[in-house]
């Protein structure tokens, strides 16, 4: 699959009349903002409660997920699912993400090998993240890995350094003001964004590729039960 230098980006495919994530979720069936549509099966946009507490956003959808259309629902989703129930945070209470919509992939013979999203996907699908945030309220948003912490945070930011601290949100993010004013309702009413708190962690993946998973784990665990803690 070639790299691609450009991409119109998302912007144009998210209706302006949309209030809602189902809305959303709807009009991202259509995004061609960048090539990587052409190739995966469909798109797979986020899932959970609008009110939900958490936002949990990660890289981009695996094999499973272009599969099911669904975020979440392979071996790292799963890995996930056991880390949040660990941690102490409520599954009923969480909204799920990618910070690409569609599935960057390489064949080898029938197999489709995850590839991570460049830069220029990363920037292409931003505005569906944007517009995800504005219909979401969270407390605490979870970023998991470095292509959820370079869409959110910018490029400067390293998980590595900064893992399981809270962070001021929407004021930690690049560009903060794409997440400062939210619209009320449909009639471009909009208001300020409630202050909230934003942590980096591992993409569960991650702990799956760790040479010692058990610690890996553990660590992923540990962050997550910052974010439960501030909750409370």
């Known amino acids: 699959m070639a790299e691609t230098e450009s991409a119109p980006g998302a912007q144009e495919f998210i209706p302006p009349q949309a209030d809602t994530i189902d809305q959303l979720r709807d009009a991202a069936a259509g995004c061609r903002g960048c090539e990587l549509y052409r190739d995966a099966t469909q798109t797979v946009f986020g899932r959970g409660d609008e009110s ?3 936002v949990l956003v990660g890289e981009q ?3 499973l997920e272009d599969q099911k259309g669904l975020p979440f629902v392979g071996p790292a989703g799963r890995l ?3 880390a949040v129930d660990d941690a102490g945070l409520d599954p009923g209470h969480i909204y799920l993400t990618n910070a690409v919509k569609h599935f960057r992939f390489e064949l080898r013979g029938k197999r489709r090998i995850h590839q991570s999203p460049d830069r220029v996907h990363i920037t292409a699908c931003r505005p569906w993240l ?3 945030f504005a ?3 969270p407390d605490i948003v979870v970023v998991l890995g470095a292509t959820a912490a370079k869409a959110l945070l910018g490029p400067a930011f390293r998980v590595t350094k900064q893992r399981g601290e809270l962070l001021p949100w929407p004021e930690a993010a690049q560009h903060p003001e794409d997440f400062k004013r939210v619209p009320v309702d449909n009639t471009g009413k909009v208001a300020d964004t409630p202050e909230a708190r934003l942590l980096a962690t591992i993409h569960p993946s991650a702990v799956l590729r760790a040479d010692n998973q058990d610690v890996a784990y553990e660590g992923l665990v540990a962050d997550l039960k910052v974010a439960a803690r501030a909750l409370k």
């Open 130 to 132: 944007v517009a995800e």
């Open 61 to 63: 959808p695996g094999d």
């Open 52 to 54: 939900a507490r958490v």
């Open 135 to 137: 219909r979401l309220h």
């Open 80 to 82: 996930l699912r056991k």
